[in-house]
């Protein structure tokens, strides 16, 4: 385990604010003192049509930096509830891939450029996503150049595949839109189980057998293309514990609740070479 440190408060940044990008998408730093520190980009789910901030984004923040581990909750692009109760995507483009891969990457970017302000390892720099957000987490280490890709990733109860029979259709049409959800190309350039290479970073993966949202078989696939191109990760199944736990000391069960002790002991163990 970590040992509990001392904090600084850092307000949040536009990603984009000085680019040709013309958007704001917000990162908020939950850092840790000191130099060299391991950090975190949090990504939280909501079918890539929304965020679940709280349970998978500031709670998680919070927990890793008590940790001793830096994080940034990143806000990246959905495509927001009008999408979800409306069709206008089929009309107008909307928010889709690859903006929410966009927004990571430049994240990333972001952190590495203000390492120093931030305390931070450009070498210790790793995703953490939640349901969609797991897919996007995982999405980097597969279609970012190896160069941008993250230090590690850790993708909880993700959405994984967009073609087997066991996919979450509601975050497919999220990133997907409207127009493209038909998109054969599209569906399997972001299946994550198609696109496992032996160069990936480590993974350290975590889903319920009991999940009502995102079938477990997500994970499943994902687990066997990395143990099929021998990367190196842990993978975590529990029996119980459902979906959207995220961080908290109160949802999900006992039993899932303790992927957060095994997280701690593997990123440390990562990093203690």
């Known amino acids: 385990m970590f040992i509990m440190s001392l904090t600084t408060s850092y307000s949040q940044t536009n990603i984009w604010e000085g680019t040709s ?11 840790t003192n000191g130099k060299n520190n391991i950090a975190v980009i949090v990504c939280p ?7 679940d901030t709280e349970t998978e984004g500031n709670e998680v923040a919070k927990w890793l930096q ?44 972001h952190i590495k450029e203000n390492a120093e302000n931030y305390g931070i390892d450009t070498t210790k720099i790793g995703v953490m996503g939640f349901s969609a957000g797991g897919h996007l987490a995982m999405s980097s280490a597969e279609l970012f150049q190896k160069s941008d890709r993250p230090a590690f990733i850790a993708p909880i109860y993700p959405v994984v595949t967009m073609t087997k029979d066991c996919v979450h259709k509601r975050s497919r049409r999220g990133l997907l839109g409207d127009s493209r959800v038909r998109n054969k190309q599209l569906k399997d350039l ?50 119980t514990g459902g979906h959207g736990f995220g961080a908290s000391e109160s949802k999900g069960t006992p039993e899932c609740r303790q992927w957060k002790t095994e997280f701690l002991e593997w990123i440390k163990k990562l990093f203690e070479k």
């Open 66 to 109: 008590n940790n001793g581990i830096s994080a940034f909750t990143l806000d990246y692009r959905t495509a927001y509830v009008p999408a979800f109760i409306t069709h206008f995507r089929l009309l107008f483009r909307g928010n889709r891939y690859p903006d929410p891969q966009e927004d990571l990457l430049q994240a990333i970017k």
């Open 21 to 31: 990008c013309n958007k704001k998408v917000t990162l908020t730093p939950c850092l």
């Open 190 to 239: 972001l299946s994550l189980e198609e696109h496992v290479s032996p160069d990936c970073p480590p993974v350290f993966l975590v889903n319920c057998e009991d999940d009502p949202i995102v079938d477990y078989r997500n994970s499943i696939l994902l687990d066997s293309a990395l143990t099929a191109n021998k990367v190196s990760h842990k993978y975590l199944l529990y029996k």
């Open 45 to 51: 789910g909501g079918s890539y049509f929304w965020h």
